[in-house]
């Protein structure tokens, strides 16, 4: 772990208004904690999908905000199911809807209701041990999107100082990651892996009902749709796809995509390990 000189970065930093973006999950709150440890004051926003877990609300209101202040909220004006019934189809990796009305649009105008005069940074908690996506990750760039510098000060973190800040602090994890879950947030996500598909059939199957209910319901708006054009509907909507012969994406129904998530593969990690032991919360395998 690089640790900032407290003197120097308050010199960067003055006069101007970091905003934190924190999401309910480790790194966000471990930088949170950092930020506080090398006196850097800053606001804390959380973008609400109207997705997440039950858990994820209750850790963000409750031990979160007791450990590192309060949390600013903001939403878009639909919630995920809302916006996917609007739309009458589900986010895809071309068009990724959710994530431009569900967090950017309304941090967009979280940050455009800052006093003009404010010169502000956006604090963000990404990893480049993360994932190959972000292994080329920078410490500071300019963003467009919210016309600021984005400040990514955990960059050069592992999991495991992530972890450690969380004991340092006697800040408890979300309760999602003692589960086994290795990422929290849209509950789940369109790009959940194998792994986490069958956590959230598995802990949570009202939430797979509720998108079964989903492409139920999607599915008959848009027949509706074309049929009123003397269209044919092609292919179903489905939140996930799979991908039978390894490349192309191929539609699939949620009850086939939970088959798959449970089917024998490479052996996996048990959730004792995902959990407990990698949180340092139990001193002993058996």
């Not at 999950?25 to 997440?52: I, P």
């Not at 404010?118 to 990893?127: F, L, P, S, T």
């Not at 390894?246 to 939970?258: E, L, Q, S, Y």
Request: hydrophobic share 40%; charged share 30%; with cysteine.
């Amino acid at each position: 772990m690089i640790r900032h000189d407290p003197q120097e970065v308050r010199e960067k930093l003055a006069s101007r208004v970091v905003v934190a973006s924190i999401s309910g999950g480790k790194d966000s709150a471990a930088m949170s904690l950092y930020l506080t440890e090398l006196g850097v004051e800053h606001r804390r926003v959380f973008a609400d999908t109207g997705w997440e877990h039950a858990l994820t609300y209750k850790y963000l209101r409750g031990p979160l905000t007791a450990h590192i202040g309060a949390i600013d909220e903001v939403r878009g004006p639909r919630p995920m199911d809302d916006l996917i019934r609007h739309k009458k189809m589900f986010p895809a990796r071309i068009k990724r809807f959710c994530t431009e009305h569900l967090k950017v649009k309304p941090l967009q105008a979280y940050f455009l209701a800052l006093s003009a005069e404010d010169d502000y940074v956006n604090a963000i908690g990404i990893r480049r041990g993360e994932s190959v996506a972000r292994a080329a990750a920078v410490e500071w760039e300019w963003s467009e999107s919210f016309d600021c510098e984005v400040w990514r000060p955990l960059v050069e973190w592992t999991e495991t100082d992530v972890i450690e800040i969380h004991r340092r602090h006697g800040l408890p994890p979300n309760p999602l990651y003692l589960m086994g879950a290795r990422r929290v947030g849209c509950w789940p996500c369109i790009f959940a892996s194998k792994a986490e598909i069958s956590l959230v059939a598995e802990h949570d199957p009202a939430r797979i009902d509720t998108i079964r209910a989903l492409e139920a319901e999607t599915n008959a708006s848009r027949m509706a749709t074309f049929s009123a054009r003397g269209e044919m509907m092609r292919y179903p909507a489905t939140f996930f796809t799979l991908r039978p012969d390894g490349k192309t994406h191929v539609a699939a129904p949620i009850d086939a995509v939970v088959e798959w998530a449970r089917e024998s593969g490479p052996e996996q990690p048990t959730l004792f390990d995902e959990g407990c032991m990698r949180w340092g919360l139990c001193d002993t395998t058996e």
